[in-house]
């Protein structure tokens, strides 16, 4: 069973730094077919994506973000982790990493649960 | 980035209706579009991937068609479990984008 869970802290306060991790199971990150994409969505927004890893290694970013954001692997304990610096109140809002399929031209197939952060002094 | 725009925003409809929602990518991206449904409190469900492929487990009432710029998934007989929040996202190139939402919810 394929499964995705992130991790991180609920609370952080403006200028922190977020580091959030996304703990796979059931499919390995150094499958060929395989990657992980960080997604996030504000309270009653839309859904934004914000960064991608591939089983390559390769990696790429949201536009508006990427001056602030790094994602990163660590393939030996089957961990995807998304570093966001200087945080915001507008960054409140649900976490999400999703696996990558290529053979489904990159849908986002599986999705964890979302881990809920808010941003407050 | 290749902005994708979804319409409605918002319908409402009554079960056994058929209902349409359409997503329009500001470039061509060929067949790779997604669709998803996401209910409150939860994370988002794949529903069709590559613009028209019925995702393992989705109902059969669900469909997608469309390629290059202009989208559609169509729900038949709308039952109401399918009140919910649709997602359109494109992942032809970087940076991946999600369409604004769909919200259906019953008449």
């Known amino acids: 069973q394929v499964t995705l869970k992130e991790s991180g802290p609920v609370l952080v306060k403006p200028t922190e730094t977020l580091t959030l991790t996304c703990a796979v199971s059931g499919f390995s990150l150094r499958n060929l077919r395989m990657g992980v994409s960080w997604i996030r969505q504000p309270p009653g927004k839309a859904l934004e994506w914000l960064a991608h890893i591939s089983s390559n290694g390769e990696k790429s970013y949201s536009t508006s973000l990427k001056s602030r954001v790094i994602i990163s692997e660590d393939t030996s304990k089957s961990q995807v982790v998304l570093i966001m610096s200087n945080m915001d109140t507008v960054d409140t809002g649900t976490y999400y990493c999703a696996r990558v399929r290529s053979d489904y031209l990159s849908a986002f197939d599986i999705w964890g649960q979302g881990t809920m952060v808010t941003v407050s002094s | 980035d290749i902005q994708m725009t979804q319409s409605p925003s918002s319908l409402s409809a009554s079960v056994g209706d058929t209902v349409t929602i359409t997503c329009r990518a500001s470039?061509?991206?060929?067949?790779?579009l997604h669709w998803y449904q996401q209910k409150p409190g939860e994370a988002p469900k794949l529903l069709i991937y590559a613009a028209s492929s019925l995702q393992s487990g989705v109902p059969l009432r669900f469909s997608g068609s469309g390629s290059g710029t202009d989208f559609s998934l169509t729900i038949s007989s709308l039952q109401s479990e399918d009140f919910a929040t649709y997602y359109c996202l494109q992942t032809y190139t970087s940076p991946r984008t999600f369409g604004q939402g769909t919200k259906v919810d019953i008449k």
């Open positions: 470039q061509s991206i060929s067949y790779a």
